[in-house]
């Protein structure tokens, strides 16, 4: 029962979880993640149909957001 | 665990969501892209290729049209040779149009005076031809009077051989009645020539034929004188053999040109022969 959380008489009361490593590496991979999506957001927007990240070219009629600025 | 730890897995699946989703859209358009890529460096190499053919068949052409410039350079070379000399001889060709011109100037004086010439003739032809025309109708109206005259004169002859022919037969008929008269006077009398007559006018004739009359048994002579020669019928003509006389023949027949007669009385012993003279008296 106490797996549901339900405290039982007599049980031990549970202690409060504090901030590990663990807690440090997610959050170093969490930022990674955002940069990793900014970066491939940014660069998708390049390619993609008309600037769009995620839009996907149909083939034969390519269209590039801004192709002829340098 | 903690809270921020639950947050951090909480965005991190959130973000490996989203940064996977963006991988797969980068992935497909780049391979898209690199496949257009392709397809547009291929079509720029034959781009590039029909670009060489074409260079080559515009080096070609130009070495042509190089060829054909010099062809008629050479060609405009020569015409305009060509125009030089005609230039000359159109001036040559003024020069003898000038005179020309004068020439037809003086031609056009002669044509005018020859155009008064004409219409002097013409006037005189005029005239000639009113002359003629008169001429050949008083011609035409002397040619009916001459024609008129000629029948008068053919009417005139004809009522003289009428009126010659009436005298000639009334001057017969006189002579006819005188002997007449003188028959029946009792003056003459011959037995032989009872019935006859002798004629006043004097005329040779020839005998063509003598033939035997089977029914009366008498013997006919055919002469060669007809009423022509005043032979008529019951007149006594005489037939001579040289100078001497053979017979005498009385007329029953009378033609223009032949008579018939037969044989009245007849020498002893001579006999009528064909081509004998027969006389209308004797000599």
Redesign the interface.
């Known amino acids: 029962m106490s797996d549901f959380g339900m405290r039982m008489p007599g049980g031990r009361a549970k202690r409060a979880a504090g901030v590990d490593v663990y807690t440090g590496l997610m959050g170093l991979a969490v930022a990674f993640l955002l940069l990793a999506c900014v970066v491939l957001y940014m660069q998708g927007s390049k390619i993609g149909k008309d600037g769009s990240a995620i839009g996907i070219q149909e083939p034969g009629k390519i269209v590039i957001k801004d192709a002829g600025k340098k | 665990?903690?809270t921020?730890?639950k947050i951090?897995?909480a965005?991190?699946a959130v973000?490996?969501v989203?940064?996977a989703?963006?991988?797969m859209?980068?992935a497909?358009?780049?391979d898209?892209?690199v496949?257009?890529l392709r397809a547009e460096r291929a079509a720029k190499e034959q781009a590039n290729a029909s670009k060489d053919a074409a260079v080559a068949e515009y080096g070609m052409q130009r070495q042509l049209d190089e060829a054909r410039v010099q062809d008629l350079s050479s060609r405009l070379t020569a015409l305009q040779n060509t125009l030089v000399e005609r230039e000359q001889s159109l001036a040559r060709s003024e020069a003898d149009r000038a005179v020309a011109q004068q020439a037809v100037l003086a031609g056009q004086t002669q044509i005018e005076v020859a155009q008064s010439g004409v219409k002097t003739l013409t006037e005189i032809l005029s005239g000639q031809s009113t002359e003629l025309a008169a001429l050949r109708t008083s011609e035409l109206r002397l040619r009916t009077d001459l024609r008129e005259i000629t029948d008068r004169f053919n009417n005139t002859e004809a009522e003289r051989d009428v009126y010659a022919s009436n005298l000639r037969a009334m001057t017969e008929r006189l002579t006819e009645l005188q002997h007449l008269l003188a028959a029946a006077g009792g003056s003459t009398a011959a037995g032989s020539n009872s019935g006859g007559s002798l004629l006043s006018a004097y005329f040779t004739g020839r005998v063509d034929e003598v033939t035997l009359d089977s029914g009366s048994n008498e013997t006919l002579v055919r002469l060669n004188v007809g009423s022509t020669d005043s032979v008529r019928t019951d007149a006594d003509l005489f037939v001579t053999r040289g100078a001497e006389w053979i017979a005498n023949v009385r007329v029953v027949q009378v033609d223009l040109n032949y008579c018939v007669a037969r044989v009245v009385v007849t020498a002893a012993g001579r006999a009528i022969q064909v081509g004998d003279t027969v006389e209308s008296r004797l000599q």
Do not use: P, Q
């Open positions: 665990m903690h921020l730890t951090f897995v965005a991190a973000l490996s989203a940064l989703t963006l991988t859209a980068y497909v358009n780049a898209r892209i496949k257009e």
